[in-house]
């Protein structure tokens, strides 16, 4: 099966994975696996991807799809949060590679009824895994005006949160929000017409929603570092982001695992005996070039950053 080159950074994670034949890669965010089927062709029979994602549409295209490459390919429904007790349970240690997309796959956002674009009336849903309760419906109706800001403020970072907030709790006080149709109307009239030329008002809103419900930049966060400890010396891990708060989690993150030293800078010698996990290959971020931004639009806020292990 031929694999559509629409995946993010192909060329670029492909080549910073430093793929060895029979090596064990784990896809953590396998959408419609675009870049697994590109890893998977590079692997020899030793070779292994286990590719994981708590989407059940993303797990039923991507089944279809790598069904090519048989027994070499492992496929989990679950969060990349779960990866050590997948690996443990498949019997295996640590790993030559993991990558992880992150955001929205392009098929969530094309799937109306998900609810995830603001171009497109749907039920306001944005569950990346459809079995939680906890809907973006549920988030703009239920939360608190002071929460609600604050989540639009802190992952949409949209400085008119405050009048978003407002506005929301002002209109579900007269009948329930329940449509992304609706919700975008809303935001639209919160936002003064000037600034609604720097494009269309709602995405930073329904970013922020779709960060809340998923609990998307806790999860990375919280694992990132334990994900460096799969990894086998020598072994690669590449992470891609679409906006600055993830960015700057995995910069931070990659960053200390690299030096981890909390001594004073003045201390002759490190005394707290943290020692590094590997090293950055990345100082700055790989970005896409201008012929993936024409040709793939969802690209143009992408970056990768890739870590070494040691």
Not at 68 to 97: K, Q, W
């Amino acid at each position: 099966m031929e694999f559509k080159h629409t995946s993010v950074l192909l060329e670029e994670v492909i080549q910073g994975l430093a793929i060895k034949p029979e090596g064990i890669y784990v896809d953590g965010t396998l959408g419609g696996a675009g870049h697994a089927g590109q890893i998977c062709r590079r692997l020899g029979e030793q070779g292994r991807l286990i590719g994981i994602d708590q989407d059940a549409d993303a797990i039923a295209t991507a089944s279809q799809r790598l069904e090519v490459f048989g027994s070499r390919v492992t496929i989990r429904r679950s969060n990349y949060s779960d990866m050590a007790n997948i690996l443990r349970e498949l019997g295996i240690g640590l790993v030559d590679g993991i990558l992880l997309d992150l955001g929205v796959s392009s098929f969530q956002l094309d799937n109306r009824e998900r609810g995830f674009s603001y171009r497109m009336d749907a039920p306001l849903d944005m569950r990346m895994d459809d079995r939680q309760e906890l809907t973006a419906a549920r988030v703009v109706n239920e939360y608190p005006e002071m929460e609600l800001f604050h989540v639009i403020r802190r992952y949409g970072e949209d400085r008119f949160a405050k009048n978003i907030a407002k506005h929301i709790v002002a209109e579900r006080q007269r009948q329930p929000i329940l449509t992304t149709g609706r919700l975008a109307e809303i935001i639209d009239q919160s936002v003064p017409q000037k600034m609604k030329r720097q494009g269309h008002p709602a995405k930073r809103t329904f970013q922020a929603i779709r960060i809340e419900v998923n609990q998307e930049l806790n999860v990375l966060e919280q694992n990132i570092n334990d994900m460096i400890d799969l990894l086998k010396p020598g072994g690669r891990f590449c992470i891609i982001t679409f906006h600055s708060l993830e960015d700057r989690i995995v910069k931070n993150a990659f960053r200390t695992a690299e030096n981890p030293c909390t001594c004073p800078p003045d201390f002759p010698v490190c005394v707290c005996g943290k020692q590094s996990k590997g090293k950055v290959l990345t100082r700055k971020p790989m970005l896409p070039s201008d012929e993936e931004k024409e040709n793939n639009p969802r690209s143009k806020s992408a970056k990768l950053r890739i870590f070494e292990h040691i």
